[in-house]
């Protein structure tokens, strides 16, 4: 059974920095798409960060250039550096990932992967 543990989240104010962290267990194969999607308090989910097997990224418009999503994958572990920080970037955020390719594609189908974790809260204060 794969679990995915996000730490690494907290407070911080606005133009500071923060690493999440994604450690995953019970992975039998390294996962075609991992990805970060988070929550604002009263939104919606909302993408931020995809990771395909060939390494390919994609971020949101909202963190383009100032969030960077990689793997290690000998820890089995996601990370999402966030630098530049802003209120609008307070939510709960998630990771997120799947065996096979999705069909519509990791960015696209990023917010339906069928694993994801129980999520780690950023707030960030002006």
């Known amino acids: 059974q794969v679990q995915l543990v996000e730490s690494g989240g907290g407070s911080v104010q606005a133009g500071g920095s923060l690493r999440l962290s994604c450690a995953a267990s019970?992975?039998?194969?390294?996962?075609?798409?991992m990805g970060w999607f988070r929550q604002p308090p009263g939104k919606a989910r909302e993408g931020v960060a995809s990771?395909?097997?060939?390494?390919?990224?994609l971020y949101s418009d909202s963190v383009k250039g100032r969030f960077t999503i990689s793997a290690d994958n000998g820890n089995n572990t996601l990370y999402l550096q966030m630098t530049s920080l802003k209120p609008e970037d307070t939510a709960m955020y998630f990771c997120?990932?799947?065996?096979?390719?999705?069909?519509?594609?990791?960015?696209?189908?990023?917010?339906?992967?069928?694993?994801r974790g129980q999520g780690t809260q950023v707030t960030v204060s002006s």
């Open positions: 997120a990932a799947a065996p096979t390719y999705p069909r519509r594609g990791c960015w696209n189908d990023l917010l339906s992967l069928p694993y």
């Open positions: 019970g992975y039998t194969s390294s996962p075609a798409c």
């Open positions: 990771l395909g097997r060939l390494g390919t990224t």
